[in-house]
């Protein structure tokens, strides 16, 4: 395609970072974040790594052999995010090559940022649907000088969706995009208390009357609240995953428009957590570590990287001590 790199350079570069990813992934498997150092997970760093060959156009990345060995995935599946963050506020994506506020904005919103941005189209259209996208797209255009309204209509038209709420958020603003799971309780529900008007009539329901009316019920109910705040400005639609100490699992869907929704659940059993995006739609997100709550704190995973810590640190001391 004829792409207009000094003023969408993201067409270019952009589609470049989103293919370039999916084929290592395909080929490679999924990057690691960290990677296991007897038995210690450690951020990821080149050991082992392998050289790819020389190709006529340039070399590809390095093969990160140690990772095969221990690999802790990358939940998001995707690269850029850490560059993406770092100037997310500095431009709007789509912006003529010279008005970008630096270089590293300009490296960013044609390269790392556009990567992110179609890893989530691709993740609210479905791999499927995403495929025939950008097929009709290249089709349609190739050796021809498309724009991004080009590839607009073209998402719009092969999802039979309006997208345009998604690209007002995130091709055209700076706005960030980061949803917390803020509350989560469970209260016994112990019947009516108060006055309630029934069929004309003013009723009043006693504290006692509620506490024996409840136990002599045989299920006993609780009143579970859970909610889900935005604290970013970007607009988008999100699942939430409700879990219950009963096993039981529910899935909501907010729109993400107001600033915050609270869903509530009167059931016997007690809510356990709650997740926001559980699939991680949004590469976008800038905060992944309050997406989910739990109702009761799990020290497990800290009590178990405790005792490995303590064993190395003990056998190192006695190692010392040996050579000392």
């Known amino acids: 395609m004829g792409n207009n790199e000094f003023e969408e350079a993201w067409l270019d570069e952009g589609f470049d970072t989103y293919s370039t990813d999916k084929v290592f992934e395909t080929a490679y498997g999924q990057g690691c974040c960290y990677e296991y150092i007897f038995g210690m997970p450690l951020l990821i760093y080149p050991w082992f790594n392998i050289r790819l060959p020389q190709f006529p156009f340039g070399r590809g990345r390095d093969f990160p052999m140690g990772s095969y060995f221990s690999c802790v995935g990358i939940p998001e599946r995707t690269e850029g995010r850490p560059a993406y963050l770092e100037h997310a506020k500095d431009d709007e994506l789509v912006r003529n090559g010279w008005q970008y506020l630096n270089g590293g904005s300009y490296i960013v919103n044609s390269y790392a940022r556009p990567g992110l941005v179609l890893r989530t189209l691709e993740s609210y259209l479905g791999p499927e649907t995403m495929a025939r996208v950008m097929r009709t797209y290249q089709q349609r255009w190739r050796y021809r000088h498309p724009t991004t309204r080009d590839f607009i209509d073209v998402v719009n038209e092969v999802s039979g969706q309006n997208m345009n709420w998604f690209f007002e958020q995130f091709f055209y603003s700076s706005n960030l995009a980061d949803y917390e799971v803020s509350d989560l309780r469970s209260e016994p529900l112990e019947g009516k208390v108060g006055v309630y008007d029934k069929n004309g009539k003013r009723n009043t329901y006693l504290e006692q009357d ?32 409700i879990r219950f100490d009963n ?64 064993f190395w640190l003990e056998n190192l001391f006695f190692a010392a001590g040996f050579f000392s």
Do not use: C, M
């Open 210 to 241: 509620a506490a024996k009316i409840a136990e002599e019920s045989k299920t006993k109910l609780y009143r579970s609240t859970v909610v889900v705040r935005r604290l970013g400005e970007a607009l988008a639609p999100v699942d939430v995953v």
């Open 247 to 310: 096993g039981e699992t529910v899935q909501r869907n907010w729109d993400g428009k107001y600033r915050w929704v609270k869903f509530v659940f009167e059931k016997p059993s007690k809510v356990t957590s709650a997740e926001v995006d559980p699939q991680r739609k949004l590469a976008l997100e800038a905060n992944f570590t309050h997406n989910s709550r739990l109702a009761e704190p799990d020290n497990r995973a800290a009590a178990k990287w405790y005792i490995r810590w303590i």
